[in-house]
């Protein structure tokens, strides 16, 4: 049974950084590309980064460029999103996808609150 446990959210004030982490299971890690979603509030869910199968490709929405980074371990079965200099307007739930034709997999979320 497949499964993606997403960690690492938390509540960080404007400019400061979180690491996320979707720890994936019961499929075969490698051969899926990877992507991190968030939906804030009243909002519908968006695309913030995803990343091939291989980790070779990788691509962001515009408003996180420059400040996140997407990055996987298959090894580990790991997938990261690395947030910095975070901003209010990033709080959002985040999830992690897994895709690969017509597969797709969705962990339970991770809340991300950046306040003062």
């Known amino acids: 049974q497949a499964q993606l446990v997403e960690s690492g959210g938390g509540l960080v004030q404007p400019g400061g950084s979180l690491r996320l982490s979707c720890a994936a299971s019961?499929?075969?890690?490698?051969?899926?590309?990877m992507s991190w979603y968030r939906q804030a509030p009243g909002k519908e869910r968006e695309l913030v980064a995803g990343i091939n199968s291989l980790g070779g490709s990788t691509n962001y929405a515009d408003f996180v460029k420059g400040r996140f980074t997407i990055s996987r371990d298959n090894a580990k079965n790991t997938v990261y999103l690395q947030m910095n200099s975070l901003k209010p307007e990033d709080t959002a739930v985040y999830f992690c996808k897994a895709s690969r034709l017509y597969d797709n997999y969705w962990g339970q979320g991770t809340q991300v609150t950046v306040s003062s």
């Open positions: 019961g499929f075969t890690f490698s051969t899926y590309a």
